[in-house]
């Protein structure tokens, strides 16, 4: 069984290593129970968008690797996870290009229904207009593959038609939730 923590000694880890990330990244949010302001936390979840890395010319050439001085459970381009001295795991979600920072901090902030159910079309009980599709971290239009920008969370929401909820709503208590 995963142990879990109080929200306070949660968030003040949580913010421990966002800060030690932070000087690598254009955006970094913590994200998951701790933003959605669960009383306990089973795990950290931080969503960061990595500045860009130049050449010598000045032009951007990939992106900053944001890797903490730890060793990685799971270690790839787009998800991180370590298993911290604190005793809770972080998982470290990368937008990278082609996806949004909208979706994928919408999605990480979670609760697991309200996340399937933003991914999900309309038709089949989701929030998300059976026109698009969310792949690669990025919404794109069914029938052209066009990319819809969704910059911020209430980008997002407005696609699906939502108006803005709550990251504390959105543990299954919001009447759209249900």
């Known amino acids: 069984m995963k142990t879990k923590m109080p929200l306070n000694e949660a968030e ?3 913010c421990k290593y966002a800060d030690m990330l932070m000087p690598y990244c254009e955006r970094i949010e913590i994200a998951g129970s701790i933003r959605r302001r669960k009383t306990e936390v089973g795990d950290i979840e931080i969503v960061a968008k990595p500045l860009p890395t130049l050449d010598l010319f000045g032009s ?19 998800y991180k996870q370590y298993a911290l001295p604190e005793g809770i795991n ?4 990368i937008v990278l290009p082609p996806a949004q920072w909208g979706v994928i901090f ?3 902030t979670g609760g697991a229904e309200f996340s ?12 998300l207009p059976s026109v698009y599709v969310v792949k690669d971290g990025a919404v794109h239009r069914v029938d052209s593959g066009e990319m819809i920008p969704t910059p911020e969370e ?15 709503e959105r543990n299954g208590t919001c009447s759209k939730c249900n």
């Open 106 to 108: 919408a999605l990480r």
């Open 154 to 168: 209430s980008d997002f929401f407005n696609l699906c038609e939502l108006g803005w909820i709550k990251p504390e």
């Open 90 to 93: 972080l998982d470290l979600f």
């Open 12 to 14: 003040t880890i949580a």
């Open 60 to 78: 951007p050439n990939g992106y900053h690797d944001l890797s903490l001085p730890l060793p990685a459970v799971k270690n790839g381009q787009r």
């Open 116 to 127: 399937k159910k933003l991914v999900t079309p309309k038709r089949y009980g989701g929030f």
